[in-house]
Every structure is written in structure tokens, then in C-alpha cells.
């Protein structure tokens, strides 16, 4: 008889795998350090009367502890450098992760505040905090630079600032919003991405929230689950809004990525934007192919939260049908409670599929390098 | 069938659970109105470690701002996805086919004791 009282389960050394690419990473940031890049004015604002931000948490419940893992308990001392040896072991040793994409730092409650001018110092703020804390202490860690959106001037100017940096590799928007994305307003932002190939990424989050437009066209939704059901019908309209507005026709070299919104459901969406562009052409003659090409050429996707049909036969074709091998990215979501599992969240698919979904994607998307080796792997 | 030794009766209360290591698995043991189950410590949707999550009732509701609590103590939710498990069968408790595995548990005076003290064990197969 053997008898054991551990409280942890053993680790298991399972079968090697390669390495991947995860593109959607929210670092938490250590708040004083984060503070002491703001200007004294804001400072002491923030000191004195708080944050002054709108939040998605306060109106809508995102599940588990605060919306991360109830597993996950980051340090609590403060330090950035706690923040990133805890997530150094926990989330990129863990699952051999040669590239981190942070989708920005700081809330994206940034974006909800009518005051550009706060806005684009918070940003500023987080932009170099990350640039100092952690992009400059693990080479495998890449970030998005967070602007204020509400003044697409000073979000062009953030990316100016920043843009050129090695490890910032895209530019990150919140699906909330006060225009869809298509809109003329933005172009500066547009310029200002094509200046520094930097991609256009839009995140799920902060809909209806500040001074964003409300969640659907309905109106204020209620549930967290009916919240995040709106968060597709956003991430249509604004995909539908860049290419009938012209915004790829104009910006022939920009890469749009729409983040954490689902991706199955794309598939359809495509043929039914095909089917109306074949009725409607004339009225948008400057949309010169069928949406899907655009989609091909311009959009990428990250998989989390995947939808599995219940029939695992239509996977595969739903997959085909949205581009899956040439524009869909892996993404955990960590260290959010809806995180996917880089080893169990997909179901079967052949060796090069999963290398493309895994890694080659995101590299070519983001000029990355390739794999180190493809033989060193971490156990699942 | 192998059984591993859990700890003494005491060391799980009502309403308690204790992780432990049973051979190469990692084991929940709950403690349920003094009825003692097992539950593999792994979620089968994605591989969190289930047992850590929290242990809780289930909700039920006659319509919206109503909320009732059933089965208090015998349902695990998942710490990553959420997912509900039934603590006796380890069981999903909307879709019952999706399951961890749950093990027979035993209360027992050690082998050779001395003492009067009740041991749990947990039996794998
Ligand atoms: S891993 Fe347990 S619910 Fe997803």
C-alpha cells in the first residue's frame, strides 16, 4: 500500500512540443511603476481623486477572479520585475513560447474616457512602462502599442513615438467604439501604421462603456453572456466598415487583426458578405474584388474563444471557408479564465496546418523570426 | 485496484476537500454531509487541475432575479473555464457525458493501529 498527501498535482513530462506563438497576452502591470511615467499633474490627480476611468468589470461581470484563471495568482508586491518572473514561469515556460504578443498594457478603459488628452498620457505611460519593465528583460516578449483612439492625432503620434521599437509589433484599439472602424476619422491612424508596418488590431472589450457607442443596435444588453455575444455583431460591423469604406483600397499595405472575438462564425459571414457585394457593388464601386479577397489579403484572426461545432466534421471546412491556414494565429488569452490551453483547445488538425496556426502566421504577420529549432519542446 | 491512504477522518471536515497524490494521478477528495468522494483532478474540457477550483451549490431559478441554491457542496466549478461538475459522479452537470473520473472511497481503521482513529482511502483501478 502506498500512501501520499501532497497537495500539488505532479507535474508530467508529456511528449515534446514545438514551440508557438501566442498572440493575445494580458500582463498585468504593477501600478506605482506604471504611475511614475505620467506626467505630475495627472499623478497627483490619480493620487488625489482616482483613476477617472469608465470600467467594463464595474458594469459587466467577467467571469472567475477578476476575469483571470482562479488558479493564477500573480505577486502582490508591486514589482514589475514579480509580474514578469511570475508570468516568465507560469505562462511561456510553461507552454515553450517563443514569441508573447501583449495585447497592450493597462485597462482599455483608457479608450473610454472622453479626455484625449488623459487618454494619450496613460498610454504613453503604459507604452514605455512596458518597453522598460518588460520587453527590455525577455527578448521573447512583444507588445502593441495602446492609443488614444478618441483622438486618432494623438494615437498617430503615440505610434510615431513608439512604433519603431523592435519588439512593438502591432497597434491595439478596443472593439467599443464611438465610429466603426472603416470611418475616414481614423486615417491618421491608418498613416501612422503603414509608416512603421505596424498591423491594425482590434481587441474585443469596453463596448458601451465611456463615451463608446452602446453594445448592439439594440441597445444595452444586460448579461455578461449577452455581452459577449455582442462582441461578434461589433467585430462584423467594423470588419464590414473597412472594407466598404475603402480603408484596404487606401491602405494597400494595412493588416487588420481582430482579436478574441470567435472565429468560426467568420466563415459564413464572408460568403454573406460576397453574396450582397455581387448586388450591391455599384453603390461602393471602389471595392474593386469580393469582400473575401480582402479578408484574404487584409485580416487576420486569433482563435480564442474558438467555437467547436458539436459535429467535429464541420470543423474543418468552417476553417478552410475563413482562411484558417493563411490567417488564423493562435492565442490564449492568458491569464483570462476563458484562457485556451495551446495543447487541448483545438481538435485534431494535420502537422502543417498547426505549425501555420502556431506559429509561421504570426511570424509572417509580424516579422518574426523562425523557430529556434524544431526539435527543442516543452512537455504539454 | 490499488488504494491509497488520504489522511485521517478529522483532516477532511464537512464541506472540506483535500488534493492528494494517488500513484501518478492527482486526486480531489470531498467531504460531502460526511459521505466522502473522489474526483481525478483533471477537467476534461481543458486540462485545468478541477479540484482546485471552488466547491459550491447549484443555482437554479423560476425566471430572472430568482436564484435558489440545490446540492450545496456537491458541485465543483472548473478554476479556468467554469465548467460544473457533480462531486458524486464527476459528471458535467449539463452535459453529463463529459466527465472526469470518479473513485470509491473508504472509511477504515488503519491495518495494524493502535489508536481508535478512522482512515480514508482512495481506491484506483
Ligand atoms: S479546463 Fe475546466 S472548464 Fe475548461
Known amino acids: ?380 | 485496484m490499488t488504494k491509497y491512504l488520504v489522511g485521517k477522518v478529522g483532516d477532511i471536515p464537512p464541506g472540506g476537500k483535500k488534493i492528494v497524490d494517488a500513484g501518478s494521478r492527482s486526486v480531489g477528495v470531498y467531504n460531502v454531509q460526511g459521505r466522502y468522494y473522489a474526483l481525478r483532478n483533471l477537467c476534461p474540457h481543458q486540462g485545468a487541475a478541477l479540484c482546485t477550483g471552488v466547491t459550491t451549490a447549484f443555482v437554479t431559478s423560476s425566471g430572472p432575479g430568482d436564484f435558489a441554491y440545490e446540492c450545496e457542496g456537491e458541485i465543483v466549478r472548473c478554476p479556468w473555464h467554469q465548467w460544473e461538475f457533480d462531486v458524486k459522479t464527476g459528471q458535467m452537470v449539463v452535459d453529463p457525458a463529459t466527465r472526469t473520473i470518479a473513485y470509491e472511497v473508504s472509511v477504515e481503521k488503519y491495518d495494524v493501529s493502535v489508536d481508535d482513529e478512522e482512515y480514508i482511502y482512495v481506491h484506483i483501478r
Not at chain 1, 470600467?55 to 488558479?71: C, E, F, S
Not at chain 1, 472575438?261 to 459564413?268: D, E, Q, R, T, V
Open chain 1, 1 to 380: 500500500m502506498e500512501s501520499v498527501a501532497a497537495t500539488q498535482e505532479t507535474p508530467r513530462r508529456g511528449r515534446k512540443r514545438l514551440s508557438i506563438i501566442d498572440c493575445d497576452i494580458h500582463m498585468p502591470t504593477a501600478r506605482d511603476e506604471v504611475l511614475s511615467y505620467l506626467p505630475r499633474h495627472y499623478r497627483e490627480q490619480i493620487d488625489t481623486f482616482g483613476m477617472r476611468l469608465p470600467t467594463q468589470g464595474a458594469m459587466y461581470l467577467n467571469g472567475a477572479k477578476g476575469g483571470i484563471m482562479q488558479d493564477q495568482s500573480f505577486p502582490q508586491d508591486g514589482k514589475a520585475s514579480s509580474l514578469l518572473a511570475y508570468f516568465q514561469t507560469e505562462h511561456l515556460d510553461k507552454y515553450n513560447i517563443e514569441h508573447a504578443i501583449l495585447t497592450g498594457l493597462g485597462d482599455y478603459a483608457i479608450q473610454t474616457t472622453p479626455d484625449a488628452d488623459y487618454a494619450a498620457a496613460l498610454c504613453t505611460a503604459y507604452n514605455n512602462y512596458g518597453i522598460d519593465h518588460y520587453l527590455a528583460n525577455d527578448p521573447r516578449i512583444k507588445s502593441s502599442v495602446m492609443i488614444p483612439k478618441q483622438d486618432p492625432l494623438l494615437a498617430a503620434k503615440e505610434i510615431d513615438r513608439v512604433g519603431s521599437h523592435p519588439q512593438i509589433v502591432q497597434v491595439i484599439s478596443s472593439n467599443g467604439a464611438e465610429k466603426p472602424y472603416g470611418h475616414r476619422f481614423y486615417y491618421p491612424i491608418y498613416e501612422a501604421c503603414v509608416r512603421h508596418n505596424l498591423p491594425f488590431a482590434v481587441h474585443v472589450s469596453m463596448e458601451g462603456i465611456g463615451i463608446n457607442n452602446p453594445p448592439t443596435g439594440a441597445g444595452h444588453v444586460n448579461h455578461y453572456i449577452e455581452y459577449r455575444m455582442a462582441r461578434t455583431q461589433i467585430m462584423m460591423a467594423h470588419l464590414a466598415s473597412m472594407i466598404f469604406e475603402g480603408v484596404f483600397d487606401r491602405f494597400p499595405t494595412l493588416q487588420f487583426v481582430m482579436i478574441e472575438a470567435g472565429m468560426l462564425w467568420i466563415a459564413p459571414y464572408i460568403w454573406r458578405m460576397d453574396q450582397d457585394w455581387k448586388a450591391l457593388r455599384s453603390q461602393t464601386p471602389w471595392v474593386k474584388e469580393p469582400p473575401s479577397e480582402y479578408v484574404r489579403k487584409h485580416v487576420k484572426f486569433t482563435s480564442q474563444p474558438i467555437e467547436l461545432p458539436p459535429d467535429e466534421s464541420l470543423f474543418l471546412p468552417l476553417m478552410k471557408s475563413m482562411f484558417a491556414e493563411t490567417n488564423l494565429l493562435f492565442a490564449s488569452d492568458y491569464p483570462h479564465w476563458d484562457f485556451d490551453n495551446p495543447f487541448k483547445s483545438f481538435p485534431k488538425m494535420d502537422d502543417g496546418m498547426w505549425d501555420r496556426i502556431f506559429y509561421r502566421n504570426a511570424a509572417e504577420l509580424y516579422g518574426l523570426p523562425a523557430r529556434r529549432s524544431e526539435t527543442e519542446g516543452a512537455s504539454a
